[in-house]
């Protein structure tokens, strides 16, 4: 049975090892904001109870200290070390399907990733976001629709990916690069999209800092699947973020940031039709993929 202590006046409740999670939660009392004070209590009393199951060892929260300073230190203009930090753990997975339930047919969500981190120009409809002579050549269409399988016309697809050695144009050393294997597209009056590029590689998440060293201590690899990114946008309906992924990658069953569902795998088949190619703008032959993409409706668009 717990032995309250006498509570001088003007004291209040003092803290201690038991009640440690009541103490602080009582000092978010005057938090205006419901919703700040709901998540600061459910994140102090997490927290506390960890510490209080692992009973961490005051060398080990000095060492916390130290990896999550080195995570900020990390980060750049082209690098997000807390973003890869949330992916690994699997957070951004958890929080992206929370917050974008698929409805009915509509096309799953997935991770933004650490590398969206640069606009994508606007291009042309059926333009080339590859850089010149590297990689398989690939076609890449698709269509918008609603939830009632309706065209989207105007919808803007944002798509980036990593090249055919697994890099993303800002870890290019070349300035110029930046811009590639990405672009911002207009869906036409029927909703479709299309564009030119080469198939992406698999790839490793940066393991040159703290996450890396996170990754080892777990005994975990740091690859993700071959895939490209995609935010679809339109007036009146929920965005998606999601990824199309090429269906013979190695890693779709142990992707480092858990961002494979099994709605999002494609096959991306060789195409041997010279005169399409010569229409398109391709070498024979090349390979393409399909990726239709369903949008929610926007529940406060309708309101």
């Not at 981190?117 to 002579?133: F, K, M, N, T």
């Not at 690069?177 to 029927?190: H, M, N, P, Q, W």
Request: proline letters at 9%.
């Amino acid at each position: 049975m717990e032995t309250r202590r006498e509570v001088k006046p003007g004291l209040g409740e003092l803290f201690s090892e038991e009640r440690s999670a009541d103490v602080v939660c009582a000092s978010l009392a005057g938090s205006p904001d419901p919703r700040t004070r709901r998540v600061l209590e459910s994140l102090v009393r997490h927290v506390h109870s960890f510490i209080k199951d692992v009973e961490l060892t005051e060398r080990e929260w000095e060492q916390a200290i130290a990896f999550l300073t080195a995570t900020g230190h990390k980060c750049d203009d082209t690098r997000q070390e807390f973003i890869l930090l949330s992916d690994v753990l699997g957070v951004s997975m958890l929080v992206e399907t929370i917050n974008h339930r698929a409805a009915g047919g509509a096309t799953e969500s997935t991770v933004t990733g650490p590398f969206h981190v640069v606009d994508s120009p606007p291009r042309e409809l059926g333009a080339d976001i590859s850089l010149p002579g590297s990689g398989e050549p690939c076609l890449v269409s698709g269509r918008v629709t609603g939830p009632a399988g309706e065209p989207v016309p105007g919808a803007l697809i944002d798509v980036w990916h990593a090249d055919a050695e697994g890099f993303y144009d800002v870890q290019r050393p070349d300035p110029a690069a930046v811009g590639s294997l990405r672009g911002l597209f207009t869906a036409d009056g029927e909703g479709r999209f299309w564009f030119r590029t080469v198939v992406p590689r698999f790839y490793p998440i940066p393991v040159d800092g703290p996450v890396g060293r996170l990754l080892e201590a777990m005994a975990r690899h740091p690859y993700r699947p071959a895939h490209i990114h995609f935010i679809v946008k339109a007036p009146g309906y929920a965005p998606v973020t999601t990824h199309v992924f090429v269906e013979d990658s190695p890693y779709l069953d142990s992707d480092a940031v858990f961002g494979v569902k099994e709605s999002l795998v494609r096959a991306f088949p060789w195409v041997d039709d010279p005169g399409r190619a010569e229409a398109l703008g391709l070498p024979n032959p090349f390979r393409s993929a399909e990726f239709d993409i369903s949008l929610r409706a926007d529940a406060a668009a309708r309101a």
